[in-house]
């Protein structure tokens, strides 16, 4: 089956995160939507319908057909939104679905995707999708497919655990891990409890399975003093060391994470080694959050907490929300965000003794002077060493890609002096 994983305008909603990604690459459980979309079609070729600022940096990322009409039209294909949250288990009348003709899937009644045949394809381009979805769901069958589109970030944390329990369910079988549970103390059933053969564990960690699987990927390690309580999951290579890791938390891979993390989610590469706290927020990759930083959830007075969102305070209903902050953030030693905060990508928090301010740009800093804009092109330069360094993106297409977001001119490539031709000296008589 071929998928196309489509933007729509409300992935600006789940800003800072997908200011530089597609909605589909957001984690929640143990894969990111993307994957558990793929899952649900059986795909085996996955395309996608992005903005075109990310076009290059995701061909080059994925292998994969982006923004091309022709791969698109190719052939029947499923047009699936970036942001739904899809079932683990399709419904058993899908392939009937699929051979009846043209349909839409619907959840929570908004557009999940498009089953479509090649004639109607013709219309479609990042453009146009939105369009041309809105006149096919007034003259297609529509069927209930289950699952939820998600429309903020703190959506993904109240799904997370659950999501958690369902991956394990289909990608983790414990027989298949080596015994290595060897000085780990387990609370609660050991078939909950998945160490990959690959993954080291100090003495001294307590594993409780009691609420929910415990997952430890592929190279990861967990220092002595740490506990993990289910549903976790942390990801391929990533170190953990003498922290708490509470229920409800997905850690990405390659990150080194203390402290204490409850019912959050860490997209990749992010370092929080130190001591702090980390409640119900969203974290995006790279990021760097110094010791003592505490990211707090929960209002003085228990009220439901709003958090800013393009500049609009949007009221959650919820009573825990914490921060989302965008790739390349770094916040200070000692910084206290408030709960509902929105750092921007590549904004810097700088600690003041009181509350940050809930909403920092990207590309700005905020401290005892206020707020400022930063040198842009000096945080590219850092991100660049840093991506090449100890990432396996492809730098070229990724700098591109931060260039464009920050409206910085690509560098003017450097011309050679010309070369002179060699002097020819003649020996005298």
């Known amino acids: ?45 996955v395309g996608h319908l992005c903005r075109p600022v990310l076009a290059e940096w995701l061909r080059a990322r994925e292998h994969a057909p982006v923004n091309d009409p022709t791969w698109l039209r190719a052939g029947p294909t499923i047009l699936v939104n970036g942001r739904w949250l899809a079932p683990h288990v399709a419904p058993s009348a899908l392939q009937n679905w699929l051979a009846d003709g043209p349909f839409i899937g619907t959840a929570n009644g908004e557009i999940a995707f498009a089953a479509l045949d ?136 390659h990150c080194r994470v203390g402290g204490e993390v409850e019912a959050s989610i860490v997209l990749g590469y992010t370092n929080k080694s130190h001591d702090g706290y980390l409640g119900h927020s969203v974290i995006g990759e790279w990021v760097d959050i110094a010791a003592g930083v505490v990211a707090a959830d929960q209002r003085r007075d228990f009220g439901p907490i709003s958090v800013p969102v393009n500049g609009v305070e949007v009221l959650t209903n919820r009573t825990k929300v914490g921060s989302v902050i965008g790739d390349h953030a770094k916040i200070g030693a000692g910084a206290l965000l408030n709960c509902g905060s929105s750092i921007g990508a590549f904004a810097q928090v700088l600690p003041t003794g009181t509350l940050a301010p809930r909403e920092v740009p990207a590309f700005h800093e905020v401290g005892p002077d206020g707020l400022k804009p930063l040198d842009v092109t000096q945080l590219l330069a850092v991100a660049e060493t840093v991506v090449r360094e100890r990432g396996d993106e492809p730098v070229p297409q990724l700098s591109a890609l931060y260039r464009a977001l920050a409206g910085v001119p690509e560098p003017t490539p450097e011309v050679a002096p010309p070369t002179l031709p060699a002097l020819t000296l003649r020996k005298s008589a």
């Open 118 to 253: 090649q004639r109607r394809l013709q219309a479609v381009s990042p453009a146009t999708v939105e369009d041309c979805l809105r006149d096919w769901a007034q003259s297609l069958p529509c069927h209930k497919v289950g699952g939820t589109l998600i429309r903020y970030s703190w959506e993904l944390i109240e799904h997370n655990g659950a999501e958690i329990a369902r991956d394990f369910e289909v990608a983790c079988d414990p027989t298949e891990a080596e015994d290595n549970f060897a000085g780990v103390t387990l609370i609660g059933p050991g078939d909950r409890l998945f160490i990959h053969p690959t993954a080291r564990l100090d003495p001294h960690v307590i594993a409780d399975t009691t609420n929910g699987p415990v997952v430890i990927g592929e190279g990861a390690v967990v220092a002595a003093f740490t506990r993990l309580e289910g549903p976790c999951g942390i990801g391929p290579h990533t170190h953990v060391r003498n922290a708490q890791i509470r229920a409800g938390t997905s850690v990405g891979p």
């Open 1 to 45: 089956m071929r998928i196309c994983l489509f933007e729509d305008r409300r992935a600006a909603d789940l800003y800072p995160l997908t200011f530089t990604r597609p909605a589909s690459h957001l984690l929640c459980g143990l894969t990111t939507l993307g994957a558990k979309q793929a899952r649900y079609c059986s795909a085996n070729v």
